[in-house]
C-alpha cells in the first residue's frame, strides 16, 4: 500500500482510509492489492517489450520510451500521407481520419447567431487589426465566424477576454444554444501565421479548442520533430472533450437558473478547494484540468479524485488503439491501455503513459513529464472500485457540484 500511495501521490493513510469506505460501498476487497498487481505485471511487459530487465535504471528505460516515440512519429507520418497543417488542404486527410475515429456526435453549442452577436457587441481590435478591418460588421460579414473565434484565443489579451468579452457570458440562457455538428478549422499560415507565433512559443502543441462554440483549431506551424504525432492524438482527444462538456452543458439547461454560473463554471475548469465535510461521506474531488502543471504540490492532487481530462484520453487512446489494428506497423498497441501504468526507478516516479511520453519527447522538454499518469492512475483507482461506464456518469452528472460523493455506513 505504501509504494501505491506514492504512485498516487497520497499518504497511506489516505488511501487506506478511502479504501475502508469504498469497500463499505462496494462490498470489493483486495482493490489496492489487486491494483498493486496490476501495475507490476504492467511494468514487466513494458520493460519486456522495450528488451529491459527489471533492474534496469531510470535512463535507459526514458530512452527507450522517447525510441518508441521517435519510431511512431516516423510511421504515422506515412499512414497520414504526410500531412502539412499550415494549410485546410494539407491537413484535410488527419482530420477526416481523426473524425472518422472519434465520431463526434451533434452536440449541444452557442448558437452562431449568437456568436455574430457576441462579437459585434464587443469587437475585438486585436483580430480587427490583423486582418485590416476598421468596421467590425464588415469582418463579421466577410471572415468566417468560427475562426475569428478561435483568433480570440491566440490574438486578444486575456484580461480584454476575462472582463470585456466573456462578461456577456453570464447572461446566457439555453435558448442560446442548439445542437449541431462539431467545427473543425485549420487557421491558415498567411492570414494567422504571424499573430499565431508568440501563443504557440507558450505551448508544446499547434491546436486549441473552444467548447461553447463546439470549435476544435489548428494553428500554422512548421513540420517538426513530434508535430504529426501531437497533433493527431489531440485533436482525437478535443473531439471527446468538445462532446463531453457540450453533455454537460445540456444537462445544465434543465435548470435555467443556474444554467449560466454552471456553463461558466465549466469553461474555466474551476475545481473546488475541498469537498463537503458529510458524515459518512466517502467523497471524491472532481479534478477539470491539471493541476500539477500550474503546482505539483497542490493539496488537492493528494486527495481521493477522479479526473475529466484523464477520462477523455483514455476514451481518445481506445480510438488510437483501433486505428493501431488496421495499422499495425505503427506499434500503437505498446501504448494501449496502459495509461495508468507508473513506476518508481532509480526512486523517481516513471511513466508509461502515451501522453506523457508524446509531450516529453518535444524538443527542451525538462525530463519526464508525469502528471497524466498520475491522474490516469487516480482514475483506474476510482474504476477498479466501479467501472469506466459509472466514471464517465458520475462526472458528467457531479461537475457541477464538483466532487462525487457516496452515502456510507460508518466504517470505523
Not at 492489492?33 to 504492467?42: A, C, D, F, M, R
Not at 480570440?152 to 444554444?177: G, I, K, M, S
Amino acid at each position: 500500500m505504501q509504494e501505491l500511495a506514492e504512485l498516487l501521490g497520497t499518504t497511506e493513510e489516505q488511501l487506506k482510509r478511502l479504501d475502508n469506505e469504498m469497500s463499505v460501498f462496494t462490498g470489493k476487497e483486495d482493490v489496492l492489492q489487486l491494483l498493486s498487481e496490476e501495475l507490476e505485471q504492467g511494468r514487466k511487459e513494458i520493460l519486456s517489450q522495450l528488451g529491459l530487465n527489471e533492474s534496469v535504471d531510470r535512463g535507459k528505460v526514458l530512452v527507450a520510451l522517447k525510441e518508441r516515440v521517435a519510431g511512431l512519429e516516423e510511421k504515422l507520418i506515412s499512414v497520414l500521407k504526410r500531412p502539412d497543417c499550415r494549410t485546410p488542404t494539407g491537413c484535410q486527410f488527419l482530420i477526416e481520419t481523426a473524425l472518422g475515429l472519434a465520431k463526434p456526435p451533434k452536440s449541444f453549442f452557442l448558437k452562431e447567431e449568437k456568436a455574430r452577436e457576441l462579437l459585434l457587441a464587443n469587437p475585438p481590435k486585436g483580430v480587427m487589426d490583423v486582418l485590416g478591418y476598421s468596421d467590425p460588421a464588415e469582418m463579421v460579414e466577410k471572415e468566417d465566424l468560427f475562426e475569428l473565434f478561435a483568433s480570440l484565443r491566440f490574438v486578444e489579451e486575456q484580461h480584454w477576454l476575462n472582463e470585456v468579452f466573456f462578461a456577456p457570458y453570464r447572461d446566457l440562457t439555453p435558448d442560446d444554444f442548439e445542437k449541431r455538428e462539431i467545427q473543425i478549422r485549420v487557421l491558415g499560415e498567411e492570414k494567422w501565421g504571424g499573430a499565431a507565433a508568440a501563443f504557440m512559443r507558450k505551448k508544446f502543441h499547434n491546436l486549441s479548442h473552444l467548447k461553447e462554440l463546439g470549435v476544435v483549431f489548428t494553428l500554422p506551424a512548421e513540420p517538426a520533430h513530434g508535430v504529426t504525432l501531437r497533433l493527431f492524438s489531440l485533436l482525437v482527444h478535443y473531439l471527446h472533450e468538445v462532446s463531453f462538456y457540450a453533455k454537460y452543458v445540456e444537462q445544465c439547461a434543465g435548470e435555467p437558473e443556474s444554467f449560466a454560473s454552471n456553463f461558466l463554471a465549466a469553461l474555466r475548469g474551476d475545481v473546488r478547494e475541498t469537498v463537503p465535510p458529510i458524515e459518512n461521506l466517502s467523497a471524491w474531488l472532481v479534478i477539470q484540468r491539471y493541476l500539477a502543471k500550474g503546482n505539483p504540490d497542490d493539496p488537492r492532487l493528494a486527495m481521493p479524485h477522479v479526473s475529466s481530462e484523464a477520462l477523455l484520453w483514455k476514451m481518445a487512446m481506445a480510438d488510437l488503439g483501433r486505428f493501431g489494428k488496421k495499422h499495425p506497423d505503427l506499434g500503437l498497441d505498446f501504448w494501449a491501455g496502459r495509461d495508468f501504468i507508473v513506476g518508481l526507478f532509480d526512486k523517481e516516479l516513471t511513466s508509461f503513459n502515451f501522453e506523457d511520453n508524446v509531450f516529453s519527447a518535444v524538443p527542451g522538454a525538462d525530463d519526464q513529464y508525469t502528471y497524466h499518469v498520475r491522474e490516469a492512475l487516480w482514475n483506474q483507482l476510482f474504476i477498479s472500485y466501479l467501472n469506466e461506464k459509472a466514471l464517465e456518469t458520475l462526472l458528467v452528472e457531479s461537475l457541477g457540484q464538483g466532487f462525487i460523493g457516496f452515502k456510507i455506513r460508518s466504517a470505523g
